[in-house]
């Protein structure tokens, strides 16, 4: 037999997972950056790294941070939305 809802408590939970590791990919990010940033390191290889580093890593890493954050709301939303029904 399915079973369809949610337990409002885990997905509020799973929500808050989601913003926590969101929130670490942002300190690894910016950790990361400024390690690269104060590294010794000059000629075209570093430059070449630096500005890849800068566009497409650091691109890539915000979208996960993004998608973290929108999965977290999501959550928090379909939590709340199954309390307000179940208190209906």
């Not at 997905?11 to 989601?18: D, E, F, M, R």
């Not at 709340?80 to 209906?88: E, G, L, R, V």
Request: negative net charge; glycine residues 2%.
């Amino acid at each position: 037999m399915a079973v369809w809802g949610l337990d409002v408590e885990q997905v509020q939970q799973l929500s808050k997972q989601l913003n926590s590791q969101s929130q670490q990919v942002q300190t690894i990010l910016t950790t990361l950056t400024s390690a690269l940033q104060s590294v010794q390191w000059t000629g075209p290889d570093a430059e070449n790294f630096r500005s890849e580093w800068n566009t497409t890593h650091t691109a890539a890493l915000k979208q996960v941070i993004t998608a973290l954050e929108d999965a977290s709301q999501k959550a928090a939303k379909n939590a709340s939305d199954q309390a307000a029904t179940s208190q209906a």
